[in-house]
C-alpha cells in the first residue's frame, strides 16, 4: 500500500542560509510535500543589516530544492524589527488554498504569523521553532508580565521543536508540557564546511594567513561577527592584550566583521601589531575563514545571543572556541577542556587566562574533537523530528 504524502507548510520572513538547507532536505522525503511561504519579498535579494550598516546579499543559493511563495506583505516599515513589519493580508488564504496537514511557524511576534497561529489552531496542527533561553531573564515585575503573555502566546501551539538544552527550559517555562517538546538540534550544513579529503579549506586558509603576514606557528584567535555591545569584541581585544603582557609568545587576534563598535576598536588596537582587522566576509568565505583562527573566541554578555550558530561553524571547521555562558549552546555544545572553554560574561580575569594557558598542540587536539562532537548536531535530525511528527 502507498503511504500517504503529508503537507507542511512553513511560515518564514525571508531565506535564511541556516534554513534553507533544511528545507531543501525536507523537500526531497518521498513521504513529505513541503511549500514555504515567505512574508518578507523585499529581504529575498537583499538585507540591510542595522547593526552591520551594510547592505548584505548572500552568495549561496538559498531558494534552490524546495517549493515556495513570496506572499505580499503591506506594511510601510516592513522587516523583523517590529511586529507590524510583516502584514501579509492574503497570508492565511494562501495557506488554506493549499490545505496543509501541519504548519511550522518561525516568530511569532510578526502581526500576520500570529495571525496564522490563531486561526489554524484547532483545525490542524500547528508548529513553532524558535531559539529564545531564560539566560538574560531578570527576577522582578516585567519578567512575569512577559512570562504571563508568553503563556497566552503559545496556547496558540501544538507542538515545538527546541533546539537544545536552554531553549527547552523556555518553552517549559512559559507552559508548553514535555509532550508538546520535540527535539530538532540546531545545526548548521555541516558538509559545507567539513574539509573534504584533499584538505583544500586548510590549504587555503594557510595561503591567507600568509597573506595577512601570520607565521605558521602564530598562534590566532578569531572572533567574527558584529561589532556590538552585546558581543563584546572590545573585551576580547582588552583580554589579549593584557594576556600578552605576560605571555612569552603573544596571542594574535584578528577580529572579522562590521559594526558601531568599529571605531573604537580601531582606536584601542592602534599600534598593536598583534591586532588585525578583515572586513565582513560572505558565506562561501566561512569554512576558509574560521581556519584562519587556531580557536574562535565568542564572549557574549547578551542579552539575545540565543545560540550562537557561528559556534557551529568553527567546530566544523576544526576549530575550538571560547564561550561565554550567556551563548546559549554553550550548554550543549562546549564541553570544556575537551573541544573548548566556557568563561563567565563579564568575566575578563578568566578570558585572559584561558588565552595565557592555551597552545598550539592543545588547541588542534580539542578542534579535531569539536569537529567530530558537532556531526551529531546536523539538518537530518531537524528533518526526521518533523517527518516523524507528520507520520503520528
Excluded at 5 to 12: F, N, P, R, T
Excluded at 193 to 216: H, I, N, T, V
Aim: charged letters at 25%.
Amino acid at each position: 500500500m502507498t503511504p500517504v504524502m503529508k503537507k507542511i507548510a512553513i511560515v518564514s520572513t525571508h531565506p535564511i542560509q541556516y534554513n534553507a538547507p533544511w528545507f531543501k532536505l525536507l523537500s526531497a522525503k518521498s513521504e513529505v510535500t513541503l511549500k514555504v511561504f515567505y512574508t518578507w519579498s523585499q529581504a529575498a535579494e537583499d538585507v540591510k543589516d542595522k547593526t552591520f550598516g551594510k547592505t548584505i546579499k548572500w552568495d549561496i543559493p538559498l531558494l534552490e530544492g524546495y517549493d515556495y511563495e513570496f506572499v505580499e506583505n503591506s506594511s510601510k516599515d516592513p522587516g523583523t524589527h517590529h511586529k507590524n513589519g510583516i502584514n501579509c493580508p492574503e497570508l492565511v488564504s494562501k495557506i488554506a488554498a493549499w490545505q496543509p496537514d501541519a504548519i511550522l511557524v518561525f516568530g511569532w511576534y510578526l502581526k500576520s504569523h500570529f495571525k496564522v497561529m490563531k486561526h489554524f489552531k484547532g483545525k490542524i496542527p500547528v508548529w513553532f521553532r524558535g531559539d529564545s533561553t531564560l539566560l538574560d531573564d531578570h527576577p522582578g515585575f516585567k519578567q512575569q508580565l512577559r512570562k504571563y503573555y508568553l503563556t497566552y502566546v503559545y496556547r496558540y501551539i501544538d507542538k515545538v521543536f527546541y533546539v537544545g538544552s536552554e531553549n527547552k527550559k523556555y518553552f517549559k517555562a512559559v507552559g508548553l508540557k514535555d509532550k508538546q517538546l520535540i527535539y530538532a538540534p540546531h545545526a548548521i550544513d555541516n558538509d559545507r564546511f567539513f574539509d573534504s579529503e584533499s584538505k583544500l579549506y586548510e590549504e587555503q586558509a594557510k595561503k591567507w594567513r600568509l597573506e595577512l603576514g601570520y607565521q605558521p606557528d602564530d598562534l590566532v584567535v578569531l572572533f567574527a561577527g558584529k561589532f556590538e555591545p552585546k558581543k563584546q569584541p572590545d573585551t576580547l581585544l582588552k583580554a589579549v592584550q593584557d594576556a600578552n603582557k605576560l605571555r612569552t609568545q603573544p596571542v594574535k587576534l584578528l577580529l572579522v566583521g562590521h559594526g558601531p563598535l568599529e571605531a573604537d576598536l580601531q582606536q584601542q588596537a592602534k599600534g598593536d601589531t598583534n591586532i588585525k582587522f578583515l572586513s565582513f566576509q560572505n558565506q562561501s568565505k566561512m569554512p576558509i575563514l574560521y581556519r584562519l583562527g587556531n580557536v574562535m573566541c565568542l564572549p557574549s554578555k547578551g542579552p539575545g545571543e540565543t545560540w550562537g550558530l557561528a559556534v557551529n561553524e568553527a567546530m566544523a571547521c576544526a576549530r575550538p572556541v571560547i564561550v561565554s555562558d550567556k551563548v546559549g549552546c554553550a550548554t550543549d555544545l562546549v564541553q570544556p577542556s575537551e573541544n573548548g572553554f566556557v568563561i563567565k560574561a563579564n568575566d575578563s580575569t578568566t578570558l585572559k587566562q584561558v588565552l595565557l594557558d592555551i597552545d598550539q598542540d592543545e588547541l588542534k587536539t580539542l578542534g579535531a574533537y569539536a569537529q567530530n562532537y558537532i556531526k551529531q548536531w546536523n539538518f537530518e535530525r531537524i528533518v526526521t523530528a518533523l517527518v516523524n511528527q507528520l507520520k503520528s
